[in-house]
Structure formats: structure tokens, C-alpha cells
């Protein structure tokens, strides 16, 4: 996504939920972003910082996560290309359970508005392109995986911190390894 498109959606998205949710009388809003936004110069991820700011500058007390991706980023990543190739990203991440996310969404929710919250991110600090491969293991598939470094700043941001969390903050529990147990087995179950 170009950053002018992102930039454009998240500012009207931003504005409208804010928007609706005074309409609607609520006393805080509470926004999900991502970890890195601010130091790795993706379109999405530029669109975000946008939103970001909306809400900042809104009239209703807020917060904002920051996450990490989550362990079904390695999934969406190798579902973007078709067989019999895997176009993976090099970059360095620090996966969470979407399910610890939410967890951690509902408990600021119910707190007082804070602003910036501290980061959230997984136990363990992991390379996309290992985590594919494991996956392709786990699906009992075989692909080419072909690593790519993204050009200039944006490129040396993923392969080095720029993705990862910049403080203390509350860490999840679940690993990716322990996602993988589970995908498979619930994937083995649907005959998948």
C-alpha cells in the first residue's frame, strides 16, 4: 500500500471512529498500532502513525498499544505469493498470540485512558523468514523460500531493532513454536 493511500485511509478511519464514539458518549478511546511504526518507513505502517495522531488530537482520552505482529504474520506473509515460491521478507520480530493481544486490549479498556502504553510484544525475538520455514514444515509443504532485503532504511529498520519493542513493557507468553503446535494440530483435525 503506497503511503499516501495508507495515510488517507487511516486519517479518515482515525476520524470517523472518533467521530462515532462521541456520538455514542464513549469516554475512551483505545487504538491498536504497531510496534515500529515511527522507524520503519512502510506505507501501512505510515498510515498508521497517522491514525495515531488523529487520535491523539482528538477530544476523547485515549490509548495506543503497540504490538508486535502477531504468530499468524508468517501465514499471511506466505499466502501473499503462490506456490511454488515463498516470498518472505528478511526481518527481525518478537511474535505475540493475537490472543494475548486481545487479552490486553480489554484490560485497558476497562482502565483509565493513558496515552501511550507500553509495548506489547511476544517471549522471544525471531527472523520471518525461519518462522515460514518452520510453518512449511508444519503444513507438511514444500516451497522455494526466497529471503528478500528491503532497499534502504526501511530494509536495515526490519533486519535490525526497528521492529522491535524500544523499552520494558508486558510480554506475551505464548511462542511461536507453541502457535505451530497448535496450528498443526488443529489443521491435522480439519483434514488440512
Given at each position: 500500500?503506497?503511503?499516501?493511500?495508507?495515510?488517507?485511509?487511516?486519517?479518515?478511519?482515525?476520524?470517523?471512529?472518533?467521530?462515532?464514539?462521541?456520538?455514542?458518549?464513549?469516554?475512551?478511546?483505545?487504538?491498536?498500532?504497531?510496534?515500529?511504526?515511527?522507524r520503519?518507513?512502510?506505507?501501512?505502517?505510515q498510515?498508521?502513525?497517522?491514525?495515531?495522531?488523529?487520535?491523539?488530537?482528538?477530544?476523547?482520552?485515549?490509548?495506543?498499544?503497540?504490538?508486535?505482529?502477531?504468530?499468524?504474520?508468517?501465514?499471511q506473509t506466505?499466502?501473499?505469493?503462490?506456490?511454488?515460491?515463498?516470498v518472505?521478507?528478511?526481518?527481525?520480530t518478537?511474535?505475540?498470540?493475537?490472543?494475548?493481544?486481545?487479552?490486553?486490549?480489554?484490560?485497558?479498556v476497562?482502565a483509565p485512558?493513558?496515552?501511550?502504553?507500553?509495548?506489547?510484544a511476544?517471549?522471544?525475538?525471531?527472523?520471518?523468514v525461519?518462522?515460514?520455514?518452520?510453518?512449511?514444515?508444519?503444513?507438511?509443504?514444500?516451497?522455494?523460500v526466497?529471503?528478500?532485503?528491503?532497499?534502504?532504511a526501511?530494509g536495515?529498520?526490519?533486519?535490525?531493532?526497528?521492529?522491535?519493542?524500544?523499552?520494558?513493557g508486558p510480554?506475551?507468553?505464548?511462542?511461536?513454536?507453541?502457535?505451530l503446535?497448535?496450528?498443526?494440530?488443529?489443521?491435522?483435525?480439519q483434514?488440512?
Amino acid at each position: 500500500m503506497s503511503v499516501r493511500k495508507a495515510v488517507s485511509f487511516f486519517d479518515s478511519v482515525g476520524r470517523n471512529l472518533l467521530d462515532a464514539g462521541e456520538r455514542a458518549g464513549v469516554r475512551h478511546h483505545v487504538v491498536l498500532s504497531i510496534v515500529g511504526v515511527d522507524r520503519v518507513g512502510l506505507g501501512y505502517y505510515q498510515g498508521k502513525l497517522r491514525q495515531e495522531d488523529v487520535v491523539r488530537n482528538g477530544r476523547t482520552p485515549w490509548t495506543v498499544l503497540r504490538a508486535t505482529q502477531f504468530h499468524e504474520f508468517a501465514e499471511q506473509t506466505l499466502d501473499r505469493v503462490p506456490e511454488p515460491f515463498a516470498v518472505v521478507p528478511r526481518m527481525r520480530t518478537q511474535p505475540v498470540a493475537a490472543r494475548e493481544v486481545a487479552q490486553h486490549l480489554a484490560r485497558l479498556v476497562t482502565a483509565p485512558a493513558r496515552g501511550m502504553a507500553p509495548e506489547l510484544a511476544g517471549p522471544r525475538v525471531e527472523h520471518l523468514v525461519d518462522m515460514v520455514g518452520r510453518l512449511l514444515r508444519a503444513r507438511r509443504r514444500r516451497r522455494l523460500v526466497l529471503p528478500v532485503r528491503m532497499p534502504g532504511a526501511t530494509g536495515a529498520a526490519m533486519t535490525g531493532d526497528g521492529l522491535l519493542p524500544v523499552g520494558p513493557g508486558p510480554r506475551g507468553t505464548q511462542t511461536f513454536d507453541a502457535w505451530l503446535a497448535s496450528y498443526g494440530a488443529q489443521h491435522v483435525a480439519q483434514g488440512g
